[in-house]
Nanobody, 123 residues
Framework: VQLQASGGGLVQDGGSLRLSCTAS????????VGWLRQAPGKEREVVAA????????YYPEFVKGRFTISRDTSKNTVYLQMNKLKPEDTAVYYC?????????????????WGQGTQVTVSS
């Protein structure tokens, strides 16, 4: 499966952005999808994840109440709505997918990756 991420940009502190991740290729296979980010000098971290059915979602504490992940299976697209953005949210954001549905949602292991989209939050 190929993933195309889009929607990043420059936003002020407290602003919002919506990222999109569109899949193509073997979209008939069930995939869990995650959004991860990596800031310079820091490890990549999961910011949200959603099961293939959309029935379960995961958010780490540092984004709870601010980020929302959703998926539109008819469009093969997963969204990440980011509100109340902070300068520390500045990073390259990646969407990723995996076919191993038994991994914990907080796990960073994914099989397929999008190209990354830059999110910059100015103070």
């Amino acid at each position: 499966v190929q993933l195309q991420a889009s929607g990043g940009g420059l936003v002020q502190d407290g602003g919002s952005l919506r990222l999109s991740c569109t899949a193509s290729g073997s979209t008939s296979i069930r995939y869990d999808v995650g959004w991860l980010r990596q800031a310079p000098g820091k490890e990549r971290e999961v910011v949200a994840a959603i099961t293939w059915s959309g029935s379960s979602k995961y958010y780490p504490e540092f984004v709870k109440g601010r980020f929302t992940i959703s998926r539109d299976t008819s469009k093969n697209t997963v969204y990440l709505q980011m509100n109340k953005l902070k300068p520390e949210d500045t990073a390259v954001y990646y969407c990723a997918a995996r076919s191993n549905l038994r991994l914990p949602m907080r796990d960073k292991s994914y099989d397929y990756w999008g190209q990354g989209t830059q999110v910059t939050v100015s103070s």
